[in-house]
């Protein structure tokens, strides 16, 4: 199963990627490079919904993309799709 959740990548200064997931209360991961952050930003995903469902919580249903905003102007939203079969093996 596929479990989709928009996030938001901060660039920053010396070219990294912060990102936030903000309907994960605030998930926060980071990456050397855009790439790098895609990757992190799926892996930090994938292994806080593995938790959240191995522990019997309900996931939070995921804001529209075009719900969300960001007070920086040099941020940007995309969607981080997650499959279940890498992370969940219970």
């Not at 292994?47 to 959240?52: I, R």
């Not at 995309?78 to 279940?84: A, E, F, K, P, R």
């Amino acid at each position: 199963m596929n479990y989709i959740y928009p996030a938001i990548f901060y660039p920053e200064k010396d070219g990294k990627y912060s990102v936030i997931f903000p309907d994960l209360n605030d998930l926060a991961t980071y990456g050397d490079n855009l790439a790098d952050a895609f990757a992190m930003a799926q892996e930090a995903c994938g292994q806080y919904l593995f938790t959240y469902l191995r522990d019997g919580d309900v996931l939070p249903v995921p804001t529209p993309i075009n719900a969300m905003k960001s007070d920086d102007p040099t941020a940007f939203l995309n969607l981080i799709c997650v499959n279940s079969v890498n992370y969940f093996c219970f």
